[in-house]
């Protein structure tokens, strides 16, 4: 079955500290990949998106992912987190399947120590 | 506006009564999503509009669950008989419809079912 998965539930790092977020699919072919952030209270906001192409893209507030198709993994990566990245960050493919229907991971939420 | 809007931002109601969702999508994006995120899960896709008509309603876990997209803009979700497994936060997206295009999502409403 097609699935995706962010083993980490909930990660705390330090301000200024790097981060990796993981995320691993499982389809029979690469599927659009995409990292969404949700803030308390707002909607999903799109961090950054893989199509084809170059495998490291780089999206809004600093964020990198890097798709490794060996891996079948799209780990989201920022360099140094700021106490404003504190939130759910959700990892998503897409894949046409009469729709272009996103299939997301269960979340992980971060939070951010002064 | 100028992004995906959804009323009502919270709705709590009771066994077995019907609710009503609304969104309204970005202006002249042809294509409509509805997600259901449970406490703790990703979201769950329910329905894709493009225009008026759902060429997938694949998602829909049951024949409670309705939806319909009007004048290619305003869609309405509709559970009927609500049951204390449909709480969850109902997600409305909307994109230009065409491959690769990004999902631009509303706040959610909260459903609570008592």
């Known amino acids: 079955a097609q699935s995706v998965t962010q083993p980490d539930i909930h990660i705390t790092v330090s301000e200024g500290a790097s981060l990796e977020l993981r995320c691993n699919y499982s389809y029979g072919a690469t599927p659009y990949l995409f990292w969404y952030v949700q803030s308390p209270g707002q909607g999903l906001q799109l961090l950054l998106k893989y199509f084809s192409g170059d495998t490291l893209v780089q999206g809004i507030k600093g964020f990198e992912a890097e798709f490794k198709r060996s891996q079948s993994s799209f780990n989201l990566r920022k360099p140094s987190v700021h106490w404003s990245d504190a939130a759910e960050y959700f990892c998503a493919v897409g894949l046409w399947a009469g729709s272009y229907q996103l299939t997301f991971g269960k979340g992980t939420k971060l939070s951010v120590i002064p | 506006g100028a992004g995906v809007s959804q009323s009502p931002s919270n709705k709590v109601t009771e066994k077995g009564k019907d609710v009503e969702l609304r969104c309204d999508p970005i202006?002249?994006?042809?294509?409509l999503y509805w997600y259901r995120q449970r406490l703790g899960q990703g979201l769950e896709f329910l329905i894709y509009?493009?225009?008026?008509?759902?060429?997938?309603k694949s998602g829909l876990p049951s024949d409670r669950f309705s939806a319909e997209r009007t004048g290619g803009s305003v869609s309405t979700l509709t559970i009927q008989r609500t049951q204390q497994e449909d709480s969850a936060v109902y997600l409305c997206?909307?994109?230009?419809?065409?491959?690769?295009?990004?999902?631009?999502f509303g706040p959610g409403t909260r459903l609570t079912v008592l």
């Open positions: 997206a909307s994109s230009l419809g065409q491959e690769h295009n990004e999902q631009f």
């Open positions: 202006s002249g994006h042809t294509a």
């Open positions: 509009f493009q225009g008026n008509s759902a060429p997938d």
